[in-house]
């Protein structure tokens, strides 16, 4: 029993912090978009119990990666015998806004719970995934979505289809740097869906990255030529919508040379959930 199955990035349209809680969690509005590129996961379920991963990756403990944490935690809760041998394919740069280890440890989940037979329901899922990121139930619910609260109150929303240039500076940001700069904006008034719709939106984060990092403001200036460019998360991706594929390439192949990065498509169902169910 073996499954293929992808990691999809995301972006955020736009990101409000609205608030701190008591608890050191912020407060925010945003819209994630999900995209047809991403990780790739491979499962296979073993007998033995055990839960192994490969590659190594040299800065993270096997205890610390979200994916082997995914694993533990789903087999931990479900009393689960069963083990799995898991090789991530890793095509997202860490640090870089788009969700790369959220929609690892997402995948893990949802694809486990399919390969073990666990039963969990999306609920559950979900809920094991709050607990290991803010971030981790938007992919296992598999929607492009408006969020709130820290992220997890999700609404599952139906957007144009556009064309992202996703470029990625030569940097990786810490979320929990970000988050505790004191420079970080923690009052944003909440907008509603239409005004996003009408008006756009900004990323409170951008500000303070670009401070600590230029080369992410001089992504921000580059993608800025050819059309409304901001950062996803907090950073340090950059990337700005396109009507069609081909316009979006052909920027891309004019992106300096110190910038990685993808082209993607928007879509409003994860393709993790429409390869599950085909």
Request: hydrophobic share 40%.
């Amino acid at each position: 029993m073996s499954l293929l199955l992808p990691c999809p990035a995301k972006l955020n349209l736009f990101l409000l912090i609205t608030g701190r809680r008591p608890d050191g969690y912020h407060t925010l509005q945003t819209l994630f978009q999900l995209l047809d590129y991403g990780d790739e996961l491979h499962l296979e379920t073993n007998l033995s119990g055990d839960l192994r991963l490969t590659p190594d990756f040299p800065d993270i403990p096997l205890e610390n990666n979200l994916v082997y944490r995914a694993a533990k935690l789903l087999q931990t809760t479900t009393s689960c015998r069963a083990g799995a041998d898991m090789h991530l394919l890793k095509r997202l740069p860490m640090g870089g806004g788009i969700g790369g280890g959220s929609s690892d440890a997402a995948t893990a989940l949802v694809g486990l719970n399919h390969l073990w037979q666990t039963g969990l329901s999306e609920n559950e899922l979900a809920e094991l995934g709050r607990q290991l990121g803010a971030d981790v139930p938007v992919f296992v619910r598999g929607k492009t979505a408006w969020a709130e609260g820290i992220g997890e109150q999700l609404t599952s929303m139906e957007l144009p289809l556009k064309w992202y240039v996703v470029v990625a500076p030569e940097c990786t940001v810490s979320t929990r740097e970000i988050f505790s700069n004191e420079g970080l904006t923690r009052n944003s008034d909440r907008i509603t869906v239409r005004a996003f719709l009408e008006e756009g939106g900004k990323n409170d984060c951008q500000k303070v990255v670009e401070n600590l990092f230029p080369q992410v403001k001089d992504a921000v200036d580059w993608l800025g030529r050819f059309g409304p460019a901001q950062m996803t998360g907090t950073g340090a991706c950059v990337f700005a919508a396109f009507p069609t594929e081909a316009e979006a390439r052909e920027v891309f192949a004019k992106r300096p040379t110190q910038l990685n990065g993808f082209v993607a498509k928007g879509v409003n169902e994860s393709p993790l959930h429409q390869r599950l169910l085909k």
